[in-house]
Nanobody, 123 residues
């Protein structure tokens, strides 16, 4: 019933920008945590950014000042604005939902995941 579909990935030069979108259906995500994660080949999946039901946000140190997470409740869509992209940002990016409000930093609590969208940054 719950479905998350990411889009907006692509290939860009270092210093460029991309805006990822995550369309959510069958889930009232505004009442829960929403998060963006990424995974590069041979590396562990890591949290990138999250937004709680009260609008509070959190970011990984590696993306602070460059990425911005936001949501449009009317469209049931989550966004990740990615600026000043670096080659190390290259990864598959996933969006996910977490029903435990106030615990957005717990990856184990995210219960629904999208299929991912690829981001490739060249130097």
């Amino acid at each position: 019933q719950v479905q998350l579909v990411e889009s907006g990935g692509g290939s860009v030069q270092a210093g460029g920008s991309l805006r990822l979108s995550c369309a959510v259906s069958g889930y009232t995500y505004s009442r829960y945590c929403m998060g963006w994660f990424r995974q590069a080949p041979g590396k562990e999946r890591e949290g990138v950014a999250s937004i709680d039901s009260d609008g509070s946000t959190s970011y990984a140190d590696s993306v602070k000042g460059r990425f911005t997470i936001s949501q449009d409740n009317a469209k049931n869509t989550l966004y990740l604005q990615m600026n000043s992209l670096k080659p190390e940002d290259t990864a598959m990016y996933y969006c996910a939902t977490n029903p435990r409000r106030g615990l957005c930093s717990r990856p184990d609590l995210y219960n629904y995941w999208g299929q991912g969208t690829q981001v490739t940054v060249s130097s």
